[in-house]
């Protein structure tokens, strides 16, 4: 089974939110379908069902490895580097 080696290097705590909600989104009048906290800088943007992929649009830009669910009542990361549940 595959492993995340991007885990260990988070920062702790994990970063506040940035915002509430996908700041993309609300400038772009469109509306996430779910979100996702970035846990190297808290960014906070839209999950791959959205229009236009922010969380991941934010990964590629940026490299920053590890998201989690920035929803109520989930709890899971996950690696983009590594393509697996952390």
């Known amino acids: 089974m595959k492993q995340c080696t991007h885990a260990d290097a988070l920062p702790h705590p994990e970063p506040e939110p940035r915002s509430e ?44 490895p590890v998201m989690r669910t920035f929803e109520p009542g989930e709890d899971w990361r996950w690696c983009f580097l590594d393509h697996v549940l952390v």
Do not use: F, N, W, Y
């Open 21 to 64: 909600t996908c700041p993309e989104c609300l400038a772009e009048g469109t509306h996430p379908v779910q979100l996702r906290l970035c846990l190297t800088c808290g960014h906070v943007g839209c999950c791959d069902s959205s229009p236009h992929q922010h969380a991941t649009k934010h990964h590629k830009d940026t490299g920053h």
